[in-house]
C-alpha cells in the first residue's frame, strides 16, 4: 500500500509550504502515497481533506491568542487522536511550532517518525526550544543557513533544504503584461502594499499605511497601488480601502497572481514575515513594517535576541531592506523611506543585487528547495521500514 503521510500546517505561509511538498513528494513517488491531516487551500488543491478548518490555529500575536486557548487546546488533542488513528508512515508538521511541538508532545512515544518542516526560530529568542523540540522529533528541516549550529548543539539530525523562495521567479513578460494591468494606462509609479493575511494584522496596518500613502503623493501624484489579498480576506481588504487617495486594484489569487503583482511593482511596503522572501524572489525594492499590539511588543522585546526582523537582512547578515518596526512604524518615516527607493534608481538598484545574493544563499540555481524536502521526508520513512 503506498505510504500515508500526516501534514500539519497552521498557517497560510505553512499551507503553501505544504502543498509544494505535497506535490514533489507524488512527484518522488510517482503518485504513489497518500496524504491526510490539516491544511488550508494550497494543501486542498493537492487532495488534502483538512481534519478541521485551519484558520482555527491562523493566531498571530501573544496577547491576541489568549480568548482562543481552549479552542487550540482542543485541536491539538484532536491533531493527536486523529495521527493516532490513522497509523501514518510519518508525521510532517510544518511551520506554526507553539501547536507542532505541543502536538508530538501528546503523540509521545510517537508512533511513527515525525518530521518538522520549519525550524523554531531559536537564534531570535528563546533558544531552550531546542532541547524541546530535539526531545519530541526525529528531523527538522531547514530553511535558513545560519540555522544549523542550533540544531547540532542538541543533536538533532537537520537537514538544509533551502528556503521555497528562491525556487520562483517571474517571467519578465508577465512581469510586464501584470504592470500594463495594474496601470491601466496612468504613468506610475506602482507600490505594492501587502498589510498581511490575517484580520487583525491588516486592520492594524492599512491605517497606517493609507496615510503613507497620502503623504507619498506629494512627490508621487500619479501613484498607483496594488494589493494582493488571499481568498477570504478581499472583503476585509475592500472595506480597509474605500476612500484611499490613489486607484487601488486589489487582486485575489493565490502565490502566482501574488508574486506577479510584487514582481510588476516599482517598490513595495510590506507587513513584516516571508513576504520579505517572496519580494526578494521577485526581486522588488520594499519597506519592511511591522506594529504590534503594545502589551505583545513589551513581552517580544524583553526576549528576542536579534536586531533585525527581516529574513532578507537575517540571511545576508546586514540591513539590506529597511525596517520600520513598532514605534518607527510611522506614516511619515514610511514614505521617506519608500520615496528613496521610488526616487533614487541607485538606492533601488543596491537593494535588488543584495536580494539576488540572498536568493543564492537560499538556494537558487540548484534543486527545488521542495524536492529537498519530500527527499528528507521519504527517507525517514526508509529508515522505518528498515
Known amino acids: 500500500m503506498a505510504p500515508l503521510i500526516y ?6 505561509s505553512g499551507d503553501v509550504l505544504g502543498g509544494s511538498l505535497m506535490a514533489a513528494l507524488r512527484l ?6 497518500r496524504f491526510a491531516g490539516i491544511g488550508g487551500p ?6 488534502l481533506d483538512s481534519l478541521f478548518p485551519m484558520s482555527d490555529l491562523s493566531i498571530m500575536g501573544i496577547i491576541e491568542v489568549l480568548p482562543s486557548l481552549r479552542r487550540v ?5 484532536e491533531t493527536a487522536q486523529a495521527i493516532r488513528q490513522a497509523h501514518p508512515d510519518v508525521v510532517v508538521m510544518i511551520d506554526s511550532q507553539s501547536f507542532s511541538v505541543r502536538v508530538a508532545r501528546r503523540l509521545a512515544p510517537a508512533p511513527c517518525p515525525i518530521v518538522q518542516y520549519v525550524a523554531p526560530t531559536v537564534w531570535a529568542w528563546k533558544p531552550w526550544r531546542a532541547k524541546h523540540l530535539a526531545r519530541v522529533v526525529h528531523r527538522v528541516l531547514l530553511l535558513f543557513p545560519f540555522e544549523r549550529p542550533y540544531w547540532d548543539a542538541v543533536g538533532l539530525d537537520a537537514v538544509e533544504v533551502g528556503h521555497p523562495a528562491a525556487a520562483t521567479q517571474v517571467p519578465p513578460a508577465e512581469r ?5 494591468r495594474m496601470l491601466q494606462g496612468r504613468e506610475g509609479p506602482l507600490l505594492t502594499v501587502l498589510p498581511g493575511s490575517r484580520r487583525g494584522v491588516i486592520k492594524r496596518h492599512l491605517p ?3 496615510a503613507a500613502v497620502e503623504r507619498l503623493l506629494r512627490d508621487h501624484p500619479c501613484l498607483t497601488v496594488a494589493i494582493p489579498t488571499v481568498p477570504g480576506m478581499a472583503a476585509v481588504m475592500a472595506e480597509e480601502v474605500a476612500g484611499w487617495p490613489v486607484p487601488v486594484d486589489l487582486v485575489e489569487g493565490g502565490v502566482a497572481e501574488r508574486l506577479a503583482v510584487m514582481a510588476a511593482a516599482d517598490a513595495a511596503l510590506a507587513t513584516s514575515g516571508t513576504v520579505a522572501l517572496e519580494l526578494a524572489a521577485a526581486g522588488t ?5 511591522y506594529r504590534a499590539n503594545a502589551l505583545t511588543a513589551a513581552i517580544v522585546r524583553r526576549m528576542v535576541r536579534i536586531d533585525m526582523a527581516s529574513p532578507v537582512n537575517l540571511v545576508a547578515g546586514r540591513r539590506v531592506t529597511p525596517e520600520l518596526i513598532q514605534e518607527a512604524c510611522t506614516p511619515e518615516r514610511l514614505a521617506d523611506a519608500l520615496s528613496d527607493l521610488l526616487g533614487d534608481a541607485g538606492a ?4 535588488k543585487a543584495a536580494m539576488s545574493d540572498v536568493m543564492t544563499a537560499l538556494g537558487r540555481g540548484g534543486p527545488p528547495p521542495s524536492e529537498r524536502a519530500a527527499d528528507a521526508v521519504l527517507a525517514m520513512i526508509e529508515t522505518k521500514a528498515r
Open 7 to 12: 501534514l500539519v500546517a497552521g498557517e497560510p
Open 28 to 33: 518522488r513517488t510517482g503518485g504513489q502515497v
Open 42 to 47: 494550497a494543501m486542498a488543491e493537492q487532495g
Open 73 to 77: 487546546f482542543r485541536r491539538m488533542d
Open 176 to 180: 510586464e503584461a501584470t504592470r500594463t
Open 208 to 210: 497606517i499605511y493609507r
Open 285 to 289: 525594492p520594499h519597506v519592511i513594517a
Open 348 to 351: 533601488a538598484q543596491t537593494q
